[in-house]
């Protein structure tokens, strides 16, 4: 949202996404050694502009044709013009004109383009269409055609002509305002202000308007830096403030005349205009850092170095696994951590476990305890810039941080499927040439790809083969959606299929259905499968074995009937006393306290806050998985003797 | 798509329709010289007078105003008042021109732009930093200064290039390149920056996203990803901005024409302003808004070619 | 997770490609330039010029005068009567002329003229060219006013018959009012645009784009066709100065103008250079009168602007040294009334300045507003910051950008302007004698100059050169304007395409067509 886009036309990407952090904005912005360079700039050009033409110093205008177009010198800081005159004092003399001029065509700008903004987002209808035009016709003409045009006819007025600029420029603010408008009218909080009897204006100004102001300032400095080059290149043109006060665009316009003779000249009235601009511009976007969180603010404020590659790290004493040849996947105190405020954080610490054929393993865990990111780890997906360190073996391979590591295994030995199917298929292509590509990344000849497509279309239960294949995904409804991604998913044969939480964006019914699926393509390809959820009753209907996880650990892991017939882990019975169950009898059992965040982890169980039976020993130590026989782990001292027996379940299916 | 891209040629026409409206009230307002200039400085007021009814410049404005909005229907742009050619014919002898430098700077901009854009997108780190501090800092440089530095060092110091003139591309088609070598690069470098941060954006925002995810997983080439599927779905914003940039880039030409002497459109519209040619200013500026909806039409028909949300 | 991609061939092709053409570019770079000469005598040579503006007509009758339209008035369609170098009016396509008495003229013409349509150059042409410039309607040249009839005598003598004597007559033949257009050409009404002559050169249409090049080719028939070096002229237009100097240093044209910005670099580039001195430069002052600024009605205050400037400090950075300081306004070979010993009168004196202000009732200063061309604001500016030192300010008002002729500027005090012209005899009528001219904005009628001046138009040699030197005593004394000097008009060249230029004296341009000579 810098210059680039060009205030004067349309912005892209109108919203910023991402929570706006507002608390502490200047403190932060203060503390970038850039941010600060930049604002210094600009107050010196702005006071160095001020006292300059306050207080006449530095005598800009008296001429010294003895001295003309001098280089810098003791005298003249930046040298001389034509007329003897200081370059160093003409640019700041000039300055308060060129910046003033800039800054009424950006008051105009925002001015108007708030309140058509405004307007045209609340009100809607035909206000929207009319903004919608003038918006369209302000941006149609290129702005310096324009403004020459205007300054024709206003005589020679730099002025009037700045004044049309902010006119043209406000084509943008009114976009970016109608759109924040529109989103901030959508929200719950104006609905109920509405409700409340708040009118309009009321609403506008006190729920609408705090939401619109940072992006308004944002672009706001943008099109600041947008004026003052439009001005320059008027000023260039001749039309600028009259002699004898200077204006940037003019001086170089002497400059260029003299370029024969000096051309030194060109260098200061230039470099004044980009670096102002520049400060200008870099600005805004820390201001767009500070205010959202980014990508690059993420990857800027990591001080680490090359990333770790998978080491080969001995687990701790109880969380060995042996090596099964015949394993799927085997995890070895896997740990997945991402970059926050300077540090490596944890979500997913000292995972391990191992999945074959035939599995159908659960990974269960509320939102925010790293099962998903678990998943992801197991095919190489982590999302950049986090790391993962551990042993991970995979198809027989070892793999680690880097993609190639996973040649030859993704798709054809370990799939995936995930969790929003409408937003998991391109969008651009035909659900059939996506099926088709990937089957000839799999090596199978162009010519077969049209029929086995239709086939995995067909195995995945879909019912109109030929009319899903010409389909785009945005025509297919959230069930037909996940089926697509299922068949996608198998296309290339794997032997584990990781389905993360593959039902909760569906509606109930077809959440039964998909569920039927996988188990039936379970049953019929024999492949492993890792279910990714937070449903118990999910893990309890198609489950053979289940890991509960909670705060980036694995709490308790055991087959499905020990598991719902007597949970060793607090957390576990919790989790179970607080699912609905149909013909439940007892009341529902909510957790009590929250989830801690991976910086918030103590170094002891990091359950104990929320549990009902913790105690001193709970709080002193980290805690190890341990074994109480038949496959059955549990990360808790008090497994042995606590009874966590549900009530809850007494009678329901199990 | 026949009848999206109609419905978009109707909505322009009440917007071009304002645009030229409001062009014509406005260089009409002018306190007008024209009879005085053609007169010469020694002309009496009579002559002056004489000339101004000649001229029809007497006739009230809206009877002139349906005069003009009639011709502009059937193709007449109107006559210059300066030297009696057709605004058509002056625009036609010099638009090639400013198109030379408007196309050569977009292709700069996309042969550049987007694989820069894409770079910076897929390796992140300094080398992203690097590409995103070089576009800032060209966005900051006023393209008129640029050209006078390209100037400063190409032509008068080292003198590798021509500063000023036009070859036309049918006379030698070496030379064309040759003389707008360093006016492209000066009115192209925002649209360069532009192109390369958006598309950065685009791809990030795109590589991101789910669908990335899933193609991965299903084992498909990285190549293929980024390229074929990512950059498809980045095409829309990108796309967008071309149009945008056209706007810039024939505005961006009226300056750096008048810097490097070339005789376009914007040196038209620069010595038709001095001579207070209101015909040829008002006829250049509806082929602009004419040519800007053009563009603007083209792009919107390729997004929607790109993207099917829009067009199923 | 690093991309492959970087390291893929996709990179490493972009790269080479980029290289190549970069490569393409370069190399088929050598040679740019305009179409070569050869050197000897029998290939067909172009010349190529470069002006400031172009001609808005190509009808002689309403083309303002100047560089910009009588190269190509000139080049068309000839003269009845032609100057040489030195100002002396010579015969044309009229063989001869003679006064038969005061109002009448009488023209012979050369034998078998004849215009590039095929139409014969005959008395009978001139006739119509004549009849149709007086009457044209809206025409800004009143040359012909004094013409009451013309009559053809024979097909290769016609007359003139004058409502009132004009012995200026011959002068404005010389010029436009001389150029004859082809009989037919009048009758088809768009001279214009299609303009048919029996000059010099022809119009090549399809070669010429309008405001930009204008492609003419030798016509054979021209009497005068072996003075004319050049097989084709290509006259292409630079409004900027720095335009024009990179086109002449690029070989893409051969002749051009310069301006003191570029002189130094010109010499060192191997241009060569045709400079003489122009009108001079200054200050014109219109409130005379003093309606609006009383101060400038008193002489004493005029004089005082005038010592308070640093005439050669001026010429030496503004005009880079290219001119001659002076108080005087009759331009150096403009005629009779060109004293050397005026060049001086004001030497630069801020203290006198000041005295002269203070006895005069102005010891705090005042104001004025002057109107500047864009091209003329650095000297505008070197003088206001003069003014500014002796406590007189004055307030520039700059035209709009390209703005090349200074129209309504009569409503301004004072403006930057020339202040002679090429002619002697045509400087004070325009600049200190009424009615309002462009030049004398109110039409302020100084008396002593009138009686002096209607003397000496009666008069001949000596005695009218004495009574021209006092009306130059006195424009100086009584200081209409601020003088700053004469500014050269300079022309560059290449040696090896041309060997000389030629400029009627006093004048800026065009350059005289059988003037230019092939090395």
């Not at chain 2, 020694?42 to 006739?59: K, Q």
Request: with cysteine.
């Amino acid at each position: 949202m810098t210059a680039e886009t060009n205030p004067l036309t349309t912005t892209l990407a109108a919203r910023p996404t991402g929570k706006v952090r507002r608390t502490g904005v200047t403190r932060r912005i203060l503390r970038r050694p850039g941010a600060v360079l930049c604002l210094a700039w600009i107050a010196a050009v702005l006071i160095g502009s001020i006292v300059f033409r306050a207080f006449d110093i530095g005598q800009p205008l008296k001429q010294d044709l003895a001295n003309s177009l001098k280089l810098p010198g003791a005298d003249h800081l930046l040298g001389t013009d034509l007329l003897g005159r200081d370059v160093f004092s003409r640019l700041l003399y000039g300055g308060w004109e060129t910046i003033l001029g800039a800054a009424i065509a950006v008051v105009i700008a925002i001015a108007l383009g708030t309140a058509l903004g405004l307007a045209a987002g609340y009100v809607g209808g035909a206000v929207d269409a009319v903004a919608n035009w003038i918006q369209d016709i302000l941006i149609t003409l290129p702005a310096i055609l324009v403004l020459l045009a205007v300054a024709t006819v206003m005589g020679n007025n730099i002025w009037a002509a700045m004044v049309v600029l902010g006119f043209l420029m406000s084509a943008s603010f009114i976009r970016l305002v109608r759109a924040s408008t529109q989103s901030a009218r959508e929200e719950l909080y104006v609905d109920a202000a509405r409700v409340a009897g708040l009118s309009g204006p009321r609403i506008l100004a006190r729920h609408v308007l705090p939401n619109v102001i940072a992006p308004v300032v944002i672009q706001g400095s943008a099109a600041l830096g947008t004026a003052l080059v439009v001005q320059a290149g008027l000023g260039f043109l001749g039309l600028g403030a009259p002699p004898p006060i200077p204006n940037w665009g003019g001086m170089i316009s002497e400059a260029a005349q003299a370029m024969n003779i000096q051309p030194w000249l060109l260098i200061p009235s230039g470099m004044m205009i980009v670096l102002t601009v520049l400060a200008l511009n870099l600005l805004g976007d820390y201001l767009r850092d500070e205010l959202y969180a980014s990508r690059s603010n993420a990857s800027d404020s990591v001080k680490t170095k090359t990333r770790t590659r998978a080491s080969r790290v001995p687990a701790p004493a109880g969380d060995l696994l042996e090596a099964d040849p015949d394993a799927l996947a085997t995890a070895t105190d896997l740990t997945v951590s991402f970059p926050r405020d300077g540090e490596m954080v944890p979500v997913v610490s000292g995972v391990s476990f191992s999945i074959s054929r035939g599995d159908i393993v659960a990974l269960v865990g509320e939102s925010g305890c790293g099962k998903t990111m678990t998943a992801l780890a197991l095919i190489g997906l982590i999302p950049k810039p986090g790391v993962v360190t551990g042993d991970l073996v995979v198809a027989g391979q070892r793999v680690s941080d880097s993609p190639r590591s996973f040649a030859g295994l993704r798709g054809s030995r370990i799939a995936l499927i995930s969790q929003e199917p409408m937003v998991a298929l391109d969008p651009s292509f035909t659900v059939g040439s996506v099926l088709r590509e990937a089957l000839r990344g799999h090596g199978m000849r162009r010519a077969d790809t049209r029929a086995r497509a239709a086939e995995l279309l067909a195995m995945v239960g879909i019912p109109r083969v030929d009319e899903v294949l010409r389909s785009y995904p945005h025509q297919l409804s959230g069930g037909m959606a996940q089926r697509v991604a299922i068949a996608l998913a198998l296309s290339g044969d794997p032997d584990l299929l990781i389905a993360d939480e593959p039902t909760t964006a569906l509606d109930v019914t077809v959440q039964a259905e998909i569920l039927d699926l996988l188990r039936d393509l379970q049953q019929r390809t024999g492949m492993g499968l890792l279910l990714i959820t937070h449903d118990l009753g999910v893990v309890a209907d198609i489950c053979t074995r289940a890991i509960v996880m909670y705060a980036g650990e694995i709490v308790e892991e055991a087959d499905i009937e020990p598991l719902f017939d007597a949970p060793q882990h607090p957390y576990t019975a919790a989790l179970m006393a607080s699912t609905p169950v149909l013909d439940a009898v007892a009341d529902l059992q909510g957790i009590r306290g929250i989830v801690p965040s991976p910086s918030d982890w103590p170094a002891h169980c990091r359950f104990a806050a929320r549990c009902e039976f913790a105690t001193e020993a709970c709080r002193s130590a980290p805690i190890s998985l341990g074994s109480t026989g038949h496959g059955h782990t549990v990360r808790c001292v008090r497994a042995a003797e606590l009874d966590l027996q549900p009530p809850a379940l007494v009678g329901a299916e199990s | 798509m026949l009848v999206y891209a109609l419905k978009r040629l109707a909505y322009s026409v009440p917007m071009l329709f304002g645009v030229s409206s409001l062009a014509f009230l406005l260089l009409n307002m002018l306190p007008s010289d024209i009879a005085q200039l053609k007169a010469g400085e020694d002309a009496t007021p009579e002559i002056i007078a004489g000339i101004r009814e000649s001229m029809g410049l007497n006739r009230p404005l809206h009877e002139r105003y349906i005069e003009w909005l009639g011709g502009l229907l059937h193709g007449d742009l109107g006559t210059s008042w300066h030297n009696g050619q057709t605004v058509l014919s002056g625009i036609l002898a010099t638009a090639p021109v400013t198109l030379s430098i408007v196309v050569l700077s977009m292709l700069l901009a996309m042969i550049l732009g987007i694989p820069i854009g894409v770079i910076a997108a897929l390796r992140g780190g300094r080398l992203d930093r690097a590409l995103v501090s070089s576009t800032v800092v060209a966005l900051a440089i006023p393209n008129f200064w640029l050209g006078l530095m390209l100037v400063l060092a190409f032509s008068l110091t080292l003198q590798w290039l021509p500063a000023t003139g036009y070859v036309p591309l049918e006379a030698n088609p070496a030379l064309w390149l040759r003389h707008l070598t360093l006016p492209v690069i000066a009115v192209a470098s925002v649209s360069v920056s532009s192109i390369a941060r958006q598309t950065r954006s685009a791809m990030i925002e795109n590589l991101s996203r789910d669908y990335v995810r899933t193609l991965r997983a299903s084992g498909m080439r990285e190549v293929s990803v980024v390229y074929k599927h990512a950059l498809r779905n980045a095409a829309v914003p990108i796309l967008t901005t071309f149009g945008i940039q056209f706007v810039n880039l024939s505005g961006g030409s009226i300056i750096v024409e008048q810097v490097f002497a070339v005789p376009g459109i914007g040196q038209f519209t620069m010595t038709a302003l001095a001579r207070n040619d209101v015909p040829v200013v008002l006829g250049i500026l509806v082929v602009t808004a004419v040519a800007v909806v053009v563009i603007n039409l083209l792009v919107d028909l390729m997004n929607s070619a790109v993207n099917p949300k829009v067009r199923t | 997770m690093k991309s492959s991609l970087i390291r893929g061939r996709g990179l490493t092709r972009l790269v080479a490609v980029a290289a190549a053409v970069a490569l393409a570019v370069g190399l088929t770079g050598c040679g740019g330039g305009s179409a070569a000469n050869t050197a000897d005598g029998d290939a067909p040579a172009e010349l190529s010029i470069g002006y400031a503006f172009a001609p808005e007509t190509f009808d002689p009758i309403y083309a303002i005068a100047g560089a910009q339209a009588s190269a190509h008035i000139h080049a068309i369609y000839g003269a009845l009567i032609e100057r040489d170098a030195d100002g002396v009016e010579r015969p044309g396509m009229a063989e001869s002329w003679e006064w038969v008495d005061a109002r009448t003229l009488t023209f012979t013409l050369r034998p078998d003229l004849t215009f590039t349509d095929g139409e014969a150059y005959d008395a009978a042409a001139v006739k119509k060219w004549i009849d149709y410039g007086r009457t044209a309607e809206n025409t800004p040249y009143t040359n012909l006013s004094a013409v009451e009839e013309v009559v053809v005598d024979d097909p290769l003598t016609v007359t003139l018959h004058l409502s009132r004597p004009d012995p200026r007559l011959t002068k404005f033949f010389v010029g436009h009012m001389g150029a004859v257009p082809s009989p037919a050409a009048i009758d088809a009404g768009d001279l214009g645009i299609h303009p048919v002559g029996a000059g010099p050169y022809v119009l090549d249409s399809d070669k010429t784009v309008i405001d930009n090049t204008y492609t003419y080719v030798k016509n054979p028939d021209y009497w005068n066709a072996d003075a004319i070096d050049f097989d084709t002229l290509v006259i292409k237009i630079y409004a900027d100065a720095n335009a024009m100097y990179n086109a002449l240093v690029s070989g893409q044209v051969d002749v051009g103008y310069g301006n003191g910005s570029n002189f130094a670099a010109a010499q060192s580039s191997g241009l060569e250079i045709f400079s003489q001195p122009q009108n001079a430069n200054g200050i014109s002052l219109y409130d005379i009168d003093g309606v609006n600024v009383p101060a400038l009605a008193s002489q004493q205050v005029r004089q005082a602007l005038n010592y308070a400037v640093d005439k050669q400090s001026i010429i030496d950075t503004v005009f880079q040294g290219q001119g001659v300081a002076s108080s005087l306004g009759f331009t150096p070979g403009s005629g009779p009334g060109y004293d050397e010993s005026l060049l001086d009168y004001y030497g630069y004196d801020p203290a006198k300045a000041k005295s002269l202000l203070a006895d005069a009732g102005y010891a705090d200063g005042f104001s004025f507003d002057a109107v500047t061309l864009a091209k003329d604001q650095p000297m505008a500016e070197a003088v206001a910051g003069y003014l500014d030192a002796v406590g007189v300010t004055m307030n520039l008002i700059v035209r709009a950008p390209g703005e090349t002729a200074n129209t309504d500027i009569g409503k301004y005090d004072a403006a930057a302007a020339a202040m002679g012209l090429a002619d002697s005899f045509a400087t004070p009528p325009n600049l200190w004698l009424g009615p309002a001219s462009a030049t004398n904005q109110r039409g302020h009628e100084d008396p002593d100059i009138r009686r002096l001046y209607d003397q000496a138009v009666n008069s001949i040699g000596q005695e009218q050169i004495d009574l021209m030197n006092q009306i130059a005593q006195i424009s100086v004394e009584r200081a209409y304007g601020i003088q700053v000097g004469y500014v050269n008009s300079l022309t560059y060249f290449h040696g090896d395409k041309v060997a000389n230029v030629m400029v009627l004296p006093a004048h800026g341009g065009p350059y005289i067509l059988e003037g230019l000579d092939r090395p």
